[in-house]
């Protein structure tokens, strides 16, 4: 499917990665594999939960050295597996509106390029303020660091 | 599927229709059927656009006799013909979180009962305030009628 994005509101990383479209799945879904690359080091994740299907949980904690643990408890709303993960924190498990929510949509879509992956990620947000939050927050950088701790990951597999 | 409420958060409406659930499914899904009965008379509704698929729209305008129009885009979630439907207004079509919203998620569930329908509508909140805001604002009231207008347009079916 063709993903327009909105340049006012979304934000979109593009990586080719050398692991296969298997591989990089694996690393999106398994708690334990993304618990090894989603925060940019030294940002460590943990209690990592996904329930891999529409309504399903998808939770992470982070520990940033000297800030709070944030934890947040997103909702899975879609499913093709080795091709395309979407959630939200705007909703959390079971389609429930969250209590609070840095207010963004993920959309993680995989082709196979060579024996590798052509891989984005996508934020959309609500407004082109809160793009603009998340892309001064070093959006480009954290998630393309990620990317290539997934990659390093996935290499292992 | 069992759907757990959570009181603090949530409120649901339970009524015995006489309609069959294939015909209150397509009062709830068929755009001209919708507009005759999904807000409580004098409040018309109108524009109604429903894509009737996860992340598709769910819209519909609402004028208000002495207020002004009030339209909404939301987007659908879960879709079990005659059986389930979910939709969310915190997120627009695509899934793109919404800029603005009233910031509910809405299950409809049918279940045949005789030659009639037992018919749920569930409304999650993000928080206790807003289950108390949206039960003051005449929820069961405004969803009780409005069940009985869409029963009697599934008369007519």
Redesign the interface.
């Known amino acids: 499917m063709t993903m327009i994005l909105?340049p006012e509101?979304d934000l979109e990383l593009v990586r080719h990665l050398k692991a296969p479209p298997a591989k990089v799945w694996r690393c999106w879904t398994e708690p334990a594999l993304l618990e090894q690359w989603f925060a940019p080091k030294p940002v460590v994740t943990r209690d990592v939960k996904i329930d891999l299907r529409?309504?399903g949980i998808f939770a992470t904690t982070m520990d940033i050295p000297g800030m709070d643990s944030q934890t947040g408890a997103g909702c899975i709303?879609?499913v093709v597996p080795e091709r395309r993960l979407?959630w939200?924190d705007?909703?959390g498990p079971?389609?429930?509106?969250?209590?609070d929510s840095f207010?963004?949509?993920a959309?993680i879509l995989l082709e196979p390029e060579g024996t590798g992956t052509l891989y984005r990620a996508i934020a959309?947000?609500?407004?082109p303020d809160q793009r603009k939050s998340h892309e001064d927050m070093g959006f480009h950088d954290g998630w393309g660091t990620a990317a290539a701790q997934l990659d390093a990951v996935a290499a292992t597999l």
């Open positions: 909105n509101t529409p309504g709303l879609e979407v939200t705007l909703l079971g389609y429930h509106p969250a209590a207010g963004m949509t959309f959309l947000h609500r407004t």
